[in-house]
């Protein structure tokens, strides 16, 4: 099984982009008043879905987890471990998807507005290598076939992207003195060649 878990490299870059997974948002966040946030509430609401993020990411890698290793111990195992992945990387890019759309949401300050603009980029180009891996996924048929999944550089560079443009936004909250947490990944990546 150890091979299988190659293209969880890719996923992680594209769904754990900084450090947890993203989670659909229930609208609690939504700034529908039409009014630009201040600074500081931009910073919180932001903070809020990255939160979140890691709690209902946490369920879905936990489920996944316990699939994979029940499908680890079945005879029969690339069937079951495959379908398991597969509801992963779905369930994965719906949280995902949500996620990005709550911070697209958010009615930015002017001097916010164009790193909360990369962001949403990233965020977006994120979800396409998301789309495309699900689609690959999709698409496999043998062990050959997932293992060849992890060989799409797009992917994480996409994930560097996003990751980049999250502590470009950490860096402004501490520049600013706000104390918020926006769960960036903070550990050196290596820059894809």
Same mark, same amino acid.
């Given at each position: 099984?150890?091979?299988?878990? +190659?293209?969880?490299? !890719?996923?992680?870059? !594209?769904? !754990? /982009?900084?450090? #947890?997974?993203?989670?659909?948002?229930?609208?609690?966040?939504?700034?529908?008043?039409?009014?630009?946030l201040t600074i500081e509430e931009y910073f919180q609401r %932001?903070?809020? !879905?990255?939160? *979140?993020?890691?709690?209902?990411?946490?369920? @879905?890698?936990?489920?996944?987890?316990? *699939?994979?290793?029940?499908?680890?111990?079945?005879?029969?195992?690339? =069937?079951?471990?495959?379908?398991?992945?597969?509801?992963? #990387?779905?369930?994965?890019?719906?949280?995902?998807?949500?996620?990005?759309?709550?911070?697209?949401?958010?009615?930015?300050?002017?001097? $916010?507005?164009? +790193? %909360?603009?990369?962001?949403? =980029?990233?965020?977006?180009?994120? $979800?396409?290598?998301?789309?495309?891996?699900?689609?690959? #996924?999709?698409?496999?048929?043998?062990e050959a076939d997932f293992d060849a999944l992890s060989e799409?550089?797009? /992917?994480?560079?996409?994930?560097?992207?996003?990751?980049?443009?999250? $502590? /470009?936004?950490?860096?402004?909250?501490?520049?600013?003195?706000?104390? #918020?947490?926006?769960?960036?990944?903070? @550990?050196?990546?290596?820059?894809?060649?």
């Amino acid at each position: 099984m150890k091979a299988r878990f +190659a293209p969880l490299a !890719l996923i992680a870059a !594209l769904l !754990l /982009a900084f450090g #947890v997974f993203a989670v659909a948002c229930d609208g609690s966040s939504d700034n529908t008043s039409g009014e630009l946030l201040t600074i500081e509430e931009y910073f919180q609401r %932001h903070e809020a !879905l990255s939160h *979140e993020v890691a709690e209902r990411g946490g369920d @879905v890698q936990a489920q996944f987890a316990d *699939e994979a290793e029940s499908a680890d111990s079945q005879e029969e195992r690339f =069937e079951p471990f495959l379908e398991a992945y597969q509801d992963f #990387v779905n369930e994965s890019l719906t949280i995902f998807t949500g996620f990005v759309d709550g911070i697209r949401d958010l009615d930015p300050p002017a001097e $916010l507005a164009d +790193a %909360h603009k990369e962001f949403v =980029e990233a965020g977006d180009d994120n $979800l396409a290598a998301a789309q495309n891996l699900v689609d690959q #996924v999709e698409a496999v048929e043998s062990e050959a076939d997932f293992d060849a999944l992890s060989e799409d550089g797009n /992917a994480a560079e996409a994930g560097i992207r996003f990751n980049d443009a999250c $502590l /470009a936004l950490q860096d402004i909250a501490d520049e600013n003195g706000i104390d #918020v947490d926006l769960a960036c990944d903070d @550990v050196e990546d290596e820059r894809i060649e």
